[in-house]
């Protein structure tokens, strides 16, 4: 007779079946930091390999932020080695990083990690990159997003899957379910002890806001996470009338992307706010660290069509006018 699955295992190969995250003979990078959420995936895309018929390689980042940051690297490394599982790691002092890149320690220590898992897609030619974001990560990106006025793409939160590379299995399981899963399979995680101090904004909402909006509303994660989810199916009609506004009014050349001001001025605000986003996402590749002013700010450069005005939107982009035209140009 069949071992009955756990209830997190089931929720875990419906998300990953419904939305075809894993294909046959896939290799996938698994970012593993050594806490309950990483070593659950690790643990569940482990059981499951076989059986679906991918491969898995996990990869650590050791930010050397904590006394006791390499007790998690060797814990990780012995989990690996108990599996049988490729194991690559780096060392890179955030804290030092941070000022030198005049950045926050937590989007230095996202960029680093997700450069870092590049890195090792590239260098065993794999082709998945997979991260253990939860359901309660996603109601605090959703919060977080709507608090910084990130505007109706923010609000989507964490996707399942993005830039068809990094997929997210567990974004549909809660934190309780995955502590539990570790609980139950003996898995011992290591335990942040930074995740308790408020000295970061995302821990703000996780320790404070969310625990008084539960007051309100005690199933508020599965709220914020049907939102999200609400506003992703909206967004993907926007989405399509984008992509038909894109392909009648742009002009495409090497490394830039114009319109004719009297045509973009002339579309509906909401049209104009997604096409700009669309148009860098083709550009550069991502739209992240894009703010809703700086969508704005584009917006007013255009309809005051003033000639050789220009802004950078950041060292690897600038919008100009020239010649009745708004102009997306990547600096090179």
């Known amino acids: 007779m069949a071992q009955r699955l756990d209830v997190l295992e089931e929720k875990f190969l419906k998300t990953v079946k419904e939305k075809k995250l894993i294909n046959e003979n896939d290799v996938i990078v698994v970012g593993v930091s050594g806490g309950p959420d990483s070593i659950a995936l690790l643990y569940c895309l482990n059981k499951f390999k076989d059986i679906l018929k ?76 997979a991260i253990a974001h939860n359901k309660n990560d ?38 309780d379910e995955i502590e539990d899963y570790c609980e139950k399979n003996h898995l011992e995680p290591r335990i942040d002890s930074t995740n308790k101090e408020n000295i970061y904004n995302r821990n703000i909402i996780r320790n404070e806001i969310l625990p008084i909006m539960k007051k309100i509303n005690p199933n508020v994660i599965d709220s914020l996470s049907r939102t999200s989810k609400i506003i992703k199916e909206e967004n993907e009609f926007i989405k399509d009338t984008v992509e038909k506004t894109f392909n009648s009014i742009k002009h495409i050349s090497v490394g830039e992307i114009s319109y004719e001001t009297n045509e973009f001025n002339k579309l509906p605000k909401a049209i104009k706010e997604n096409l700009i986003l669309y148009t860098i996402e083709n550009l550069i590749g991502d739209t992240r660290n894009i703010e809703k002013t700086n969508v704005e700010d584009i917006i007013k450069l255009s309809e005051r069509n003033i000639g050789n005005k220009f802004m950078k939107l950041n060292k690897n982009l600038k919008i100009s006018i020239k010649n009745n035209k708004i102009f997306f140009t990547i600096i090179k």
């Open 54 to 129: 991918y491969k898995i390689i996990c990869a650590h980042i050791n930010h050397l932020i904590r006394l006791d940051s390499t007790d998690d690297e060797l814990f990780v490394e012995n989990v690996c080695k108990k599996m049988q599982i490729p194991f690559f790691k780096k060392r890179e002092n955030i804290l030092e990083l941070s000022k030198k890149l005049k950045k926050g320690t937590e989007e230095t220590g996202r960029l680093v990690r997700y450069s870092f898992f590049d890195e090792i897609l590239e260098k065993e030619k794999a082709n998945k990159i």
């Open 138 to 175: 996603n109601s605090e990106t959703v919060l977080l997003n709507l608090i910084r006025g990130a505007g109706l793409k923010g609000l989507e939160g964490i996707q399942e899957i993005e830039y068809g590379k990094y997929i997210r299995p567990f974004i549909n399981i809660s934190r």
